[in-house]
C-alpha cells in the first residue's frame, strides 16, 4: 500500500524493528509500517520467550553475554547491511557491545530507541541509550529527568465501529467495571480491595493473565489475594481479540492499575480514553495531561482504592457530553504514532 494515503507521512524506508514478542504489540507495529509503504525486518529482542531466559536477561545479563552476542549476530547477518532505520522497542536482551556491532554493520541506518519501561524497572537500559540517535520514553518522570529525550505515551490502535451482533455471551451482560491486564507487582491485591468495596449490584469483569506457570503457583501458594478470584479470572493465556473486545464495547470505565515503579500510561489506559470509556486509574501523574478531565478520569489510592459508586453509575450524566478525545489523545493513534518518531 502506497503511504501517500498519509498526508504527513514519510519518505519510505527499510526498517529492522527490534521488539519484544509481548502479545500482538509487535505484530501491530510491524504491520502498520509495512502499511505505511516501509520494508520491515523484525527481530525479537530477547533471544528465547523462556521465563529461564528473561531471568537471566534482567539479573545475570554477564552471563548470557556471549549467548546474545551469537544470536544477534546470526540474525543480522540475514538483513542487508544498507537499512535506513534502527528502530529498537525496549530492547531488553541488547547489550552495548550488540550494539555498537549494530552500529558497524548497519552503517547508514539512524537508531532510535522507544523506551516503554522506566529506568526503574529497566535500568540496563542505560547501558545502549548512548548509542541512539534518538530516545523516547512513555515514562514521564524519566522524561523529565532526560530533557534531551521525547515523552512519547502510548499508542492505541483504532477499532472499527461494529454494531454487529456477537454470539458472545460477554456482549449480553453490562459492566459498570473492567480490568484486563497482567499480573503484575500489588495488582491482584488491588483488584481483591476493590471488589470488596463496590456495591454488590455492581458488575466487575476481572482477567488477569500469569506470565508464566511459575509465577502463577507462586501466587497460588502465597498470595492471599489469589484466593479471592474465581478459576476464570486466571489465565495463563492471554484474552486477546473478540473476547475483549465483547467486554470493553459493555463497559463503563475501564480500570487501569500502573506498576508503582512507573509513571508512563498503559496501552489499556491511553485506548480507554481514545474510545470515549471512562478511566478509573491509580495513576496521579495524569493530572498533568492535557486531557485530564474528573468527569471521565478517577483517581485511586493504590493502598486504599475507593471508587465512587456514582463515577460508574453510567458512561456519562445526563448534563454531560459523551468524552471526546483530543488532539493530544488522537495523536496517539497508531498511525500517527509512528509517523511521529520516523519524521
Same mark, same amino acid.
Given at each position: 500500500?502506497?503511504?501517500?494515503?498519509?498526508?504527513?507521512?514519510?519518505?519510505?524506508?527499510?526498517?529492522?524493528?527490534?521488539?519484544?514478542?509481548?502479545?500482538?504489540?509487535?505484530?501491530?507495529?510491524?504491520?502498520?509500517?509495512?502499511?505505511?509503504?516501509?520494508?520491515?525486518?523484525?527481530?525479537?529482542?530477547?533471544?528465547?520467550?523462556?521465563?529461564?531466559?528473561?531471568?537471566?536477561?534482567?539479573?545475570?545479563?554477564?552471563?548470557?553475554?556471549?549467548?546474545?552476542?551469537?544470536?544477534?549476530?546470526?540474525?543480522?547477518?540475514?538483513?542487508?547491511?544498507?537499512?535506513?532505520?534502527?528502530?529498537?522497542?525496549?530492547?531488553?536482551?541488547?547489550?552495548?557491545?550488540?550494539?555498537?556491532?549494530?552500529?558497524?554493520?548497519?552503517?547508514? +541506518?539512524?537508531?532510535?530507541?522507544?523506551?516503554?519501561?522506566?529506568?526503574?524497572?529497566?535500568?540496563?537500559?542505560?547501558?545502549?541509550?548512548?548509542?541512539?540517535?534518538?530516545?523516547?520514553?512513555?515514562?514521564?518522570?524519566?522524561?523529565?529527568?532526560?530533557?534531551?529525550?521525547?515523552?512519547?505515551?502510548?499508542?492505541?490502535?483504532?477499532?472499527?465501529?461494529?454494531?454487529?451482533?456477537?454470539?458472545? #455471551?460477554?456482549?449480553?451482560?453490562?459492566?459498570?467495571?473492567?480490568?484486563?491486564?497482567?499480573?503484575?507487582?500489588?495488582?491482584?491485591?488491588?483488584?481483591?480491595?476493590? #471488589?470488596?468495596?463496590?456495591?454488590?449490584?455492581?458488575?466487575?469483569?476481572?482477567?488477569?493473565?500469569?506470565?508464566?506457570?511459575?509465577?502463577?503457583?507462586?501466587?497460588?501458594?502465597?498470595?492471599?489475594?489469589?484466593?479471592?478470584?474465581?478459576?476464570?479470572?486466571?489465565?495463563?493465556?492471554?484474552?486477546?481479540?473478540?473476547?475483549?473486545?465483547?467486554?470493553?464495547? #459493555?463497559?463503563?470505565?475501564?480500570?487501569?492499575?500502573?506498576?508503582?515503579?512507573?509513571?508512563?500510561?498503559?496501552?489499556? +489506559?491511553?485506548?480507554?480514553? +481514545?474510545?470515549?470509556?471512562?478511566?478509573?486509574?491509580?495513576?496521579?501523574?495524569?493530572?498533568?495531561?492535557?486531557?485530564?478531565?474528573?468527569?471521565?478520569?478517577?483517581?485511586?489510592?493504590?493502598?486504599?482504592?475507593?471508587?465512587?459508586?456514582?463515577?460508574?453509575?453510567?458512561?456519562?450524566?445526563?448534563?454531560? +457530553?459523551?468524552?471526546?478525545?483530543?488532539?493530544?489523545?488522537?495523536?496517539?493513534?497508531?498511525?500517527?504514532?509512528?509517523?511521529?518518531?520516523?519524521?
Amino acid at each position: 500500500m502506497s503511504p501517500s494515503i498519509y498526508p504527513n507521512s514519510t519518505r519510505v524506508r527499510s526498517i529492522l524493528l527490534i521488539s519484544p514478542d509481548f502479545f500482538n504489540y509487535h505484530i501491530l507495529v510491524r504491520d502498520e509500517l509495512i502499511r505505511q509503504g516501509h520494508t520491515v525486518y523484525y527481530v525479537c529482542d530477547r533471544p528465547s520467550k523462556k521465563a529461564i531466559v528473561k531471568i537471566l536477561i534482567r539479573k545475570f545479563r554477564f552471563l548470557l553475554a556471549p549467548y546474545l552476542r551469537r544470536y544477534y549476530e546470526r540474525v543480522f547477518n540475514e538483513i542487508p547491511n544498507n537499512i535506513d532505520e534502527v528502530f529498537i522497542i525496549k530492547g531488553e536482551g541488547l547489550t552495548k557491545d550488540v550494539v555498537r556491532g549494530m552500529q558497524k554493520r548497519f552503517q547508514k +541506518a539512524r537508531f532510535q530507541i522507544y523506551l516503554w519501561d522506566s529506568l526503574r524497572n529497566h535500568p540496563t537500559a542505560m547501558s545502549i541509550v548512548p548509542f541512539m540517535d534518538r530516545v523516547f520514553s512513555f515514562d514521564i518522570e524519566d522524561s523529565k529527568s532526560h530533557p534531551e529525550w521525547h515523552y512519547m505515551p502510548n499508542y492505541y490502535v483504532e477499532k472499527p465501529h461494529n454494531n454487529k451482533k456477537n454470539d458472545d #455471551s460477554l456482549t449480553s451482560k453490562n459492566w459498570n467495571l473492567t480490568f484486563i491486564g497482567t499480573c503484575h507487582s500489588d495488582r491482584l491485591k488491588i483488584l481483591a480491595k476493590i #471488589s470488596r468495596t463496590l456495591p454488590s449490584e455492581f458488575s466487575f469483569y476481572r482477567f488477569v493473565f500469569f506470565q508464566s506457570p511459575l509465577l502463577y503457583y507462586f501466587r497460588k501458594i502465597f498470595d492471599p489475594a489469589f484466593r479471592t478470584f474465581r478459576v476464570e479470572e486466571l489465565s495463563l493465556k492471554p484474552q486477546l481479540g473478540n473476547s475483549t473486545e465483547s467486554v470493553i464495547r #459493555s463497559t463503563i470505565a475501564i480500570l487501569d492499575i500502573h506498576h508503582p515503579r512507573q509513571s508512563g500510561f498503559s496501552h489499556r +489506559a491511553v485506548e480507554a480514553l +481514545a474510545s470515549g470509556l471512562k478511566l478509573v486509574t491509580t495513576n496521579h501523574y495524569i493530572r498533568q495531561t492535557s486531557y485530564y478531565d474528573k468527569r471521565f478520569i478517577y483517581i485511586i489510592d493504590r493502598d486504599n482504592p475507593q471508587i465512587d459508586p456514582e463515577f460508574l453509575r453510567e458512561r456519562a450524566a445526563p448534563d454531560q +457530553a459523551e468524552f471526546v478525545p483530543n488532539e493530544s489523545i488522537q495523536a496517539l493513534e497508531l498511525k500517527r504514532w509512528i509517523q511521529t518518531i520516523f519524521t
